[in-house]
């Protein structure tokens, strides 16, 4: 042997086996300068056995890439030569060896389901008008990738399942959900919502904590940016905050904020506890607030209300100046923005 390397090709060696690339492409190398007889193949290629050698040449021209001649008493093999080339199209009215069906079921598929590709096989490679040495080798490689996708298809059915009724996430999908930050009562609230939809759907799946993961973040997100000025009636929460809104109320009064905060948490947890739905917890906030501030200064501030209308009125009013006076009309539209303002809050 000439060369004491053989290069060949990885997609062969996965089709093949790579003892018969590894043959192959030996066979390629040397037809071109000698004759390639058993005997050459055992002498140059002493790695493997005589009877394994023979056995890996009957292999390749079982698969119609090496043919056999004799000559003078000797048998010598070479590949397909150029001229043996061919496109695929339906006139020839191909159909794969038996050679080819018998590797095809050494890969353990069966000849059904090689049978269900060949038109497909036939289409895809007319449209292509692809020109190959060995359209059998080809078809080989076609049905072993369509085999394999299968495989994984059967593999990823048999794990999916339809929603149940007593489904619940399991205890990762939780702490994931908890440690992100979501309240656990408004997790544990959202499952029959999950189930029922999943139910009705009717699909199946293999990853339903995943679903449920990413619904709980989306219903989470939106019930965070819910304004309770929607006439949605909703209960207590410990992560419950006062809004804009309240703080801006706050402001037209002499109620420092740091007081209001301080009488949260008393307001959310007995507010918690009674279970009641409201729609706004901001102006009930606003009267707790207004009534400890009384408490606290023991009616100092009995005024307080007429005091927070003052206030109000004078943030609404339009200064007047040299160029411009306000208009009756005017101090009508004020007046009406500071009666909706009232009315929303309770005030």
């Known amino acids: 042997m000439t060369d004491s390397k053989i290069s060949f090709s990885i997609e062969i060696a996965n089709t093949l086996g790579l003892e018969e690339a590894i043959l192959l492409e030996y066979i390629k190398n040397q037809e071109s300068q000698n004759k390639v007889s058993l005997e050459k193949v055992c002498s140059d290629l002493g790695f493997w056995s005589d009877s394994k050698s023979a056995e890996l ?33 339906t006139g020839n009215k191909w159909m794969p060896e038996k050679e080819v069906f018998d590797q095809i079921n050494e ?13 497909d096989f036939k289409k895809l490679n007319e449209e292509r008008n692809e020109e190959e040495k060995n359209w059998g080798v080809k078809f080989l490689r076609f049905v072993i990738k369509k085999w394999r996708h299968k495989e994984v298809e059967d593999n990823k059915k048999k ?40 139910t009705e759907r009717k699909e199946e799946s293999d990853i339903w904590n995943s679903k449920f993961i990413a619904h709980i973040r989306r219903q989470w997100g939106r019930f965070k940016d819910v304004k309770e000025s929607d006439d949605l009636p909703s209960k207590m929460t410990s992560e419950w905050v006062p809004n804009n809104d309240f703080f801006e109320i706050l402001e037209l009064t002499d109620i420092p904020r740091e007081f209001a905060e301080n009488a949260k948490p008393e307001f959310i ?71 909706k303002l009232k009315e929303k809050h309770q005030i």
């Open 57 to 89: 040449l009957n292999n390749l021209i079982k698969r119609g890439l090496v043919s056999e001649a004799n000559n003078e008493g000797l048998t010598y093999f070479s590949t397909k030569k150029p001229n043996q080339i061919k496109k695929l199209n």
């Open 107 to 119: 890969y353990g598929i069966p000849q059904d389901f090689a049978n269900l590709q060949i038109d």
């Open 159 to 198: 794990k999916t399942q339809p929603m149940k009724k007593n489904w619940v996430p399991d205890d990762d999908a939780k702490e994931i959900l908890i440690k992100s930050g979501i309240n656990e009562d408004f997790i544990k609230n959202e499952i029959p919502e999950f189930i029922l939809y999943w």
């Open 269 to 339: 947890m007995y507010w918690k506890e009674t279970g009641q739905s409201l729609s706004s917890w901001n102006s009930k906030f606003l009267q707790h607030v207004k009534y400890n501030w009384e408490k606290t200064n023991k009616g100092q501030t009995p005024q307080l209300s007429e005091q927070i209308d003052r206030r109000i009125e004078s943030s609404w009013k339009i200064q007047e100046n040299t160029t411009n006076t306000t208009s009756q009309p005017d101090n009508q539209i004020i007046q009406e923005k500071f009666k």
